[in-house]
Nanobody
Framework: QVQLVDSGGGLVQAGGSLRLSCAPS????????MGWFRQAPGEEREFVAR????????AYSDSVKGRFTISKDNSKNTVYLQMDSLKPEDTAVYYC???????????????WGQGTQVTVSS
């Protein structure tokens, strides 16, 4: 069974940067739309960004627009989330996910990574 493996989280000071990566293990998600979500303690899972299969179509939440960049390298079968100008409120567990629908609804993403913790200190 194909699984998603996300990585790259860590502890960073406010204003710093991190790059998250997501790659499938055991196969590929050919043609899939890939998304990044995050969930802070006590909060619902929140859409962050998504990218289409070709990489030409992207979407971002208002809270990260202009600071985060989603990209992909199909030759490496990997999706990235470059996070710049990080703020303490960006602290959360970040998950990558795959779907066939261009949606921000996490319930429409059937495949998920295990999550990677991002902590931004003030």
């Amino acid at each position: 069974q194909v699984q998603l493996v996300d990585s790259g989280g860590g502890l960073v000071q406010a204003g710093g940067s991190l790059r998250l990566s997501c790659a499938p293990s055991g196969g590929t998600f050919s043609g899939a739309i890939m998304g990044w979500f995050r969930q802070a303690p006590g909060e619902e899972r929140e859409f962050v960004a998504r990218i289409g299969w070709t990489g030409t179509t992207t979407a971002y939440s208002d809270s990260v627009k202009g600071r985060f960049t989603i990209s992909k390298d199909n030759s490496k079968n990997t999706v990235y989330l470059q996070m710049d100008s990080l703020k303490p409120e960006d602290t959360a567990v970040y998950y990558c996910a795959a779907t066939t629908s261009a949606t921000t609804n996490p319930r429409m993403y059937p495949f998920w990574g295990q999550g990677t913790q991002v902590t931004v200190s003030s």
